[in-house]
Every structure is written in C-alpha cells, then in structure tokens.
C-alpha cells in the first residue's frame, strides 16, 4: 500500500482543502463523528484510482516471486500481447465537488461562496474593515456628539471674528513687515 501513498496523499489534501459536504457526517451523542452512507460512497469510487497506483507495483513483486506470473491487475501481458503499451492509462481522479464554505451548498469552481452567501461574508468583510481603521469607533452617537460641539465651537468663533486686523494689508501680507 506504500506504493499508493502519494496518490492517496494527493487525493485527501485536495479534498480537505475544499469544505466537505455537512450532509457526509453525523455526531454520536458521545462525540464520535461518523460518515454517512452518501460520503462513504463518495470516498468509495475512488477505488480505481488506488488499485491502479498500487496493482503494478503488485504484480512487479509477484513477477520477481513468480516469473512470468499472470497479471489480472493491470492485465500488462494481454496488451503487450496485442503489440500494445504494457503500461494502462491511470483512471480519471475523481472530481471533488466544490462547496459554499458557508452553507455548504455547490458552487461554481472558481467560487468560495455561493451566491446567496457572498453577500454575508462582504458584510462581515466590511465590518470587520471598519473595525480595524476605527470607523465604526469614529460614527458612535458619543463621537458623534463631540464632534457636534466641537463643530458648534467653531461656530461661534467664525461668528465673533470681526475681520483683518488694520495692520495686515495686502502689501504687509506679500512683502513681510519691515521692522
């Protein structure tokens, strides 16, 4: 099976870098996490793909046991036989349906959420935003308040100014005073 090991090591990293499907898994009252009919039949037709990383390498063994065994696996010596490559093509990997990591519902391949999720994850994206550069702390009804006042000042400031000062002419303003 050791032969196998780097297929099947492809095979599950791919398939835990993508959200599995809740409806594959059941949780026992004790804690005990079990897969479902349907998971189990979905991780089932991999088979082909394990039997054939591991069936050459098996038959390679039982040709050095045995020369000139049979090969039933790969079925090697009927196409060498026929004047074919002695090597069969490696089956398809099975295509792993791609999940909303939200709902869990399908999605297209390029998607990480699916349409009616999207829109809550770029809230939360948003949110979480605004946190961060403190424009959510900026528009609390307290700030909001302080900015009031301070705007309230400024008011009342513009509305006591009376004007330049006589001094300060156009002349003063662009050539400086000379003292």
């Known amino acids: 099976m050791e032969a196998g090991r780097p297929s099947v ?4 990293l791919d398939l835990i870098s993508t959200p599995l499907d809740r409806n594959w898994f059941y949780e026992k009252s004790d804690g005990e996490v079990c897969l479902m009919p349907e998971g189990r039949k ?8 394990w039997r054939a990383a591991v069936s050459p390498l098996a038959e390679m063994v039982a040709d050095m046991l045995i020369p000139g065994a049979p090969t039933p696996l790969t079925a ?3 196409r060498e036989a026929k004047g074919r490559p002695g090597i069969a093509p490696l089956p398809a990997t099975p295509a792993l349906q791609r999940l909303c990591r939200i709902c869990g519902g399908s999605i297209a391949r390029n998607r990480q959420y699916c ?3 999207a829109p809550i994850f770029q809230r939360e994206q948003v949110t979480a935003a605004a946190r961060a550069t403190g424009w ?4 609390t009804p307290k ?6 006042q301070a705007q309230k000042r ?3 400031a513009r509305a006591q100014w009376e004007g330049l000062p ?12 000379s003292l």
């Open 9 to 12: 090591d492809s095979y599950v």
């Open 42 to 49: 979905a991780l089932s037709q991999t088979w082909r793909l």
């Open 76 to 78: 090697r010596r009927n």
């Open 115 to 117: 349409p009616s999720c």
């Open 136 to 139: 959510e702390a900026a528009h």
């Open 143 to 148: 700030a909001q308040a302080l900015r009031g």
């Open 154 to 156: 400024h008011h009342a």
């Open 166 to 177: 006589g001094w300060l002419t156009e002349e003063v303003y662009r050539f400086g005073m």
